[in-house]
């Protein structure tokens, strides 16, 4: 697999509760899952600024290098990561699902992939192994499951927490480590002429409403205890029969594999 | 419904007012009558019960004209039949692609089909587009005015780019105003966002408020709101609107005007992977064995589990009796479960319990006691010895999974 070549794309986040710039969490996962894969070969790519710091922490990760394609804040990084890539002879390009600023909206990776017309994992947990110009990789699923694809390369793949932690930075690493600028044209970005960013609002709470029409049937939703209601039961069977019976709601409910 | 005795204002001034076409029906008639010698007959304890008058007192009418208000007014006991919701032709279509996590509508996908109602207004329609076998028939209630189901064995299983070809012929077909999706791990969240991407939408995502023609979505890490106006194609969080609840609605079935095109997927599904179900999270576990007090034998609890695959949980006394760890425990002071299905062997249901179990969508219980509280909250309760039925299971399932074996073979 040492042959691969990976790229992956990070970018800048933010600490969740202060707010300060750090590594991103899921574009560090990828980058771990990259550094698993190719190595030191391992290609990283950021579209913003060059002095950002916080870029260091994923040199930090034991990247000799890390390429940063020049854009102003708030820019618009699909056209330059499209360009690229495109003149790259990369294989397999991974990324986070979604950003820690900005808008986050997580559609990068099925832009991307719809620009350079390759396939788009979702949820990359694992690549088993490249065969034929294949991959079998391992898709991460709500509930701790993994389901098994076979995709052609060259493909993209975003990663979310389902993938393998992302290892620690180091400092001296983070030190040597090169940002390496390159020249791209400036793209801007339509949606904040429209839209604006404010601080996050709490959500409301939704409360359980109770419609029923009287002031005693709402006291008695409140204070009844939970009930599943039209429930069947089976009493006096044999044990095989009660058994069969409780196998065939596992099997309708699809959680016998 | 309710027994308590109300006053019917209307009836009582109908009673009074002779003038009203109504009066005579609403005259007591077993006060007074013609008995069978032709003799009036009166019934003075029903005279002395008197009514209650206009202003609360009790007032007694001797002289035979008691009037109306002593019949005691009950509601119907007809279940509630919410009123339909026609759209003939419809102004426009909003259409939304429900998730049907285990073929069903979960609640995440009942709040989006809210937001779309809203979106669609009086005069608009709602359009569910939904993929393979259904086992749902609550549409109607969900919201949906016009439902599109696609089937067929290209959309087993993982398919995003079939499901993606789909949702375009529906774009051409129907021309929706709008699309609708869950903003979902299981789905809605993928679909989408290949959705936007090969439209060229850009999309609202993870919208929690719509109003007044802006969207309100989290943007970032949740630290910030983004505000804009409301675009064609919003990918909406859980409890973004309140559901559907106090209309019916048609689910008329339509069909799509020109058949799917499919072509070679890139992509290619190979199943599911075993995944070892004791490393998975007990809040996240889709399917969960719990034992209580009642089990007799651990050992053919453990091998239970292990062979149905299931997650294993534990009500609190079987944990302080040290037969699982504190991790397992299940309810107020363990952990509260998602499970999609929670199979509950020798479990009383006490409150704690049921508490931590309320997320649960198919909920099996196994007890001796038939009057216990699990067994009434349980959708399918089976009264009988926790030993002799894990040992029928684990014979069931292995049955299942040989003759699976030799299917295969
Ligand atoms: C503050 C507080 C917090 C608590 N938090 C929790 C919590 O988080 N989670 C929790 O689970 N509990 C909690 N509890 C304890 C809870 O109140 C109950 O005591 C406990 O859930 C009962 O566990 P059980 O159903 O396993 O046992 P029991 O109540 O003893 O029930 C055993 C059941 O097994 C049945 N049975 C017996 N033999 C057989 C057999 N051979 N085959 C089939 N069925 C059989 C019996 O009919 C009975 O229904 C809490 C209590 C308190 C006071």
Same mark, same amino acid.
């Given at each position: 697999m040492t042959d691969l070549h990976v790229v992956a794309l990070v970018s800048v986040g933010a600490h969740p509760t202060s707010g300060r710039p750090r590594r991103a969490e899921q574009d560090a996962r990828a980058v771990e899952l990259g550094l698993r894969l190719a190595g030191e070969q391992l290609q990283v790519v950021h579209a =913003?600024? #060059?002095? $950002?710091?916080?870029?260091r922490a994923y040199l930090g990760m034991g990247l000799p290098r890390l390429t940063v394609l020049e854009q102003p804040p708030r820019a618009d990084a699909l056209p330059a990561l499209v360009e690229h890539l495109a003149n790259s002879p990369a294989q397999l390009v991974l990324t986070g699902s979604q950003a820690e600023t900005g808008e986050g909206s997580g559609m990068l990776p099925y832009l991307l992939a719809e620009r350079l017309g390759w396939p788009l994992v979702v949820g990359l947990a694992d690549i088993e192994s490249v065969e034929n110009g294949q991959a079998l990789v391992l898709q991460a699923l709500p509930r701790g499951q993994r389901r098994r694809l076979r995709v052609r390369l060259p493909f993209l793949a975003s990663v979310d927490n389902g993938a393998p932690a992302a290892r620690q930075s180091a400092f001296g690493p983070a030190r040597r480590g090169q940002l390496q600028a390159q020249e791209s044209a400036p793209a801007v970005d339509p949606l904040l002429s429209v839209a604006t960013l404010q601080p996050a609002r709490l959500r409301p709470k939704r409360l359980k409403v109770v419609s029923a029409g009287s002031a005693a049937e709402r006291m008695r939703a409140a204070t009844r205890k939970a009930t599943g209601g039209g429930g069947q039961t089976l009493e006096g069977v044999s044990p095989q029969a009660a058994a069969e019976a409780i196998f065939n709601v596992l099997l309708d409910e699809g959680v016998l594999r | 419904m309710s027994d308590i005795i109300r006053r019917d204002p209307r009836a009582e001034w109908i009673a009074r007012n002779r003038l009203h076409p109504l009066h005579a029906a609403m005259q007591k008639s077993d006060t007074r009558w013609m008995g069978p010698n032709g003799l009036i007959r009166k019934n003075p304890h029903a005279l002395a019960a008197g009514f209650v008058g206009p202003s609360g007192l009790k007032r007694i009418d001797r002289s035979g004209a008691e009037q109306g208000g002593g019949q005691k007014r009950s509601a119907p006991e007809t279940a509630v039949r919410l009123p339909l919701h026609l759209v003939e032709q419809p102004s426009h279509l909003v259409a939304v692609v429900p998730?049907? #996590? =285990?073929g069903r509508l979960g609640s995440h996908d009942r709040d989006v089909f809210g937001l779309a109602r809203q979106l669609a207004g009086a005069t608009g329609a709602v359009l569910a587009v939904v993929f393979g076998q259904l086992r749902e028939d609550a549409f109607d209630t969900a919201g949906a005015d016009r439902l599109l189901i696609l089937e067929g $064995?290209?959309? $087993? =299983?993982?398919c995003p780019e079939q499901r993606l070809l789909a949702l375009r012929a529906v774009e051409s077909g129907f021309a929706p105003r709008h699309w609708l999706l869950p903003d979902s791990r299981s789905g809605g969240g993928e679909l989408g966002r290949r959705l936007a991407a090969s439209l060229g939408e850009r999309p609202a995502t993870r919208v929690w408020q719509m109003r007044d023609g802006f969207c309100s979505s989290r943007a970032g890490a949740g630290r910030e709101d983004l505000v804009q106006p409301t675009p064609r194609l919003v990918l909406a969080s859980a409890e973004c609107a309140e559901p559907v609840s106090d209309t019916r609605h048609e689910a008329r079935q339509v069909e799509l005007p020109a058949p799917v095109i499919s072509h070679l997927p890139r992509m290619e599904d190979l199943g599911a992977v075993a995944v070892d179900p004791s490393q998975i999270p007990l809040a996240e576990a889709e399917f969960i064995l719990s034992g209580g007090n009642g089990i007799t034998d651990w050992n053919l609890f453990h091998r239970a589990a292990a062979i149905l695959g299931a997650t294993e949980g534990a009500s609190r006394v079987a944990v302080d009796d040290g037969h699982?760890?504190?991790?397992r425990q299940v309810g107020a002071t363990g952990t509260w479960v998602t499970a999609r299905v929670y199979l509950a062997v020798g479990i009383s249901g006490a409150i704690q319990h049921l508490q931590g179990i309320g997320a649960c969508e198919k909920v099996i219980a196994v007890n001796l006691d038939p009057g216990c509280d699990m067994l009434k909250r349980a959708d399918l309760a089976v009264v009988g010895d926790s030993a002799a039925i894990l040992q029928a299971l684990i014979e069931r399932v292995a049955a299942h999974r040989q003759g699976g074996r030799r299917d295969a073979a």
């Open positions: =913003g600024d #060059v002095a $950002d710091e916080a870029l | 998730d049907m #996590v =285990g $064995d290209a959309y $087993d =299983g993982y699982m760890p504190r991790a």
